[in-house]
């Protein structure tokens, strides 16, 4: 099958993780035999805040980690529908695109195209700013592919869209994967972005003091960090790294001896269930995690699979036992790596897209699907 996808941005990964697993399926459609086309616009926000950091080798880096995509990118204002949809089976369209190009596809299909349109959600929008997404024209689309239960429960509800399906994010094991024989210089790492004011209080209490209780060294890697924040770091004796693309994050995980996951507040107050992808990606790569309050209301992860914690102090002291403790940091990693393995791999995404897919009634596929867990519910007409 042809599969075209319109995504903010495949080669940038500045403040956007959805290019980490969107390369992962685009990987392991191709490894099946599929055709994978991606669309991005050249001025995406994300490519050019990448530019302005410095980032223009990494984007080089990035546009061949994935050989055998097609990637096009494409002005709005200028794009040839007909060409870009030419041969599609499917054609996968994610929430960060401009809301004009959703509607045009979906007056597409409305008027007779016959590939399947899927729209892709990964964002907390639903509920913080639902008017954003109320707005956007779903009729036409034959389903929602949304990245956890409680979204894809909220799209039914709202009769957003006509069907909705789970479709979690998850690791690109061709990237993440332990490199036990690395040498560790770094006993605590965090690789996230600070903006936007939704964990500022939680990466306080679970980061910042934690590092400094402890006196663990600590490297911090993101975007969108405020000066004041910067210089806070640098007074707790936490080193800033700035940007770290994606691909080069697994070699950072290797240096350090654990991690920790502070999840954005929309995620802990109206989205549970729904972890981050740097979650999948730090499990997968073998490093024993320290996580703030999040409900795993989905059940994603066996028990013990990371350790959760309800305050600082709490935090505190599971960095201290994961750092001193040799074998329990290996049984805690060796767990988790199993659960990634098990069922949170961009290739058991790629199997479940595929279910999907037939029972819209796509082509035929001939691979046999994987394990994999796919929700689907009729959304309300």
């Known amino acids: ?22 390369r992962g399926v685009a990987r392991e459609l191709l490894r099946l035999g599929h055709r994978v086309t991606i669309y991005e616009p050249r001025d995406g926000w994300s490519r050019l805040n990448a530019l302005r950091d410095g980032g223009e080798e990494y984007l080089r880096e990035s546009a061949r980690l994935v050989p055998g995509v097609d990637l096009r990118t494409y002005d709005l ?53 639902a008017s954003q997404i109320g707005n956007f ?32 994010e998850a690791a690109d094991v061709a990237l993440f994967r ?18 936007d004011d939704e964990r500022d209080r939680e990466l306080q209490e679970f980061l910042v003091q934690p590092a400094m209780e402890t006196g663990l060294r600590t490297q911090v890697f993101g975007v969108r960090y405020p000066d004041e924040v910067r210089e806070q770091l640098r007074t707790a004796g936490i080193e800033f790294r700035g940007w770290l693309c994606n ?64 305050n600082g102090k709490a935090a505190s002291a599971a960095l201290r036992a994961l750092v001193q403790d040799e074998d329990f940091a290996a049984e805690t990693a060796s767990r988790a790596l199993a659960a990634i393995h098990a069922r949170h791999t961009c290739a058991h995404r790629a199997q479940e897209l595929l279910r999907i897919v037939r029972s819209l009634g796509g082509k035929r596929d001939p691979a046999r699907a994987d394990s994999g867990r796919v929700t689907e519910q009729m959304a309300s007409s």
Not at 114 to 124: E, K, S, V
Not at 180 to 189: E, S, W
Not at 300 to 310: A, K, M
């Open 77 to 129: 204002a200028t794009l040839q529908l007909d060409q870009a949809l030419d041969q599609a089976d499917v054609v996968v369209v994610h929430e960060w695109n401009d809301p004009s190009l959703i509607e045009r596809l979906g007056t597409r299909r409305r008027n007779g195209d016959r590939f399947l349109l899927l729209f892709h959600d990964t964002h907390h929008r639903a509920v913080t700013a």
């Open 247 to 310: 691909h080069r994050a697994p070699d950072a995980f290797a240096r350090a001896r654990v991690t920790i996951h502070v999840p954005r507040r929309p995620y802990v107050e109206t989205l549970p269930g729904i972890p981050t992808i740097r979650v999948f990606e730090a499990l997968a790569c073998g490093i024993p995690l320290v996580s703030a309050p999040w409900n795993d209301s989905e059940g994603l992860f066996p028990p013990e699979s990371f350790v959760t914690v309800n």
């Open 178 to 195: 332990p490199q036990p024989h690395a040498a560790k210089d770094i006993d605590l790492i965090w690789i996230g972005n600070w903006g």
């Open 137 to 168: 024209q779903l009729g036409d689309y034959d389903a929602i592919l949304a990245f956890g239960e409680v979204l894809q429960q909220l799209y039914q509800r709202l009769g957003w869209g006509r069907r909705a399906f789970t479709w979690h």
């Open 1 to 22: 099958m042809k599969f075209v996808m319109f995504y903010h941005s495949f080669v940038s990964c500045w403040n956007h993780g959805n290019a980490h697993f969107l």
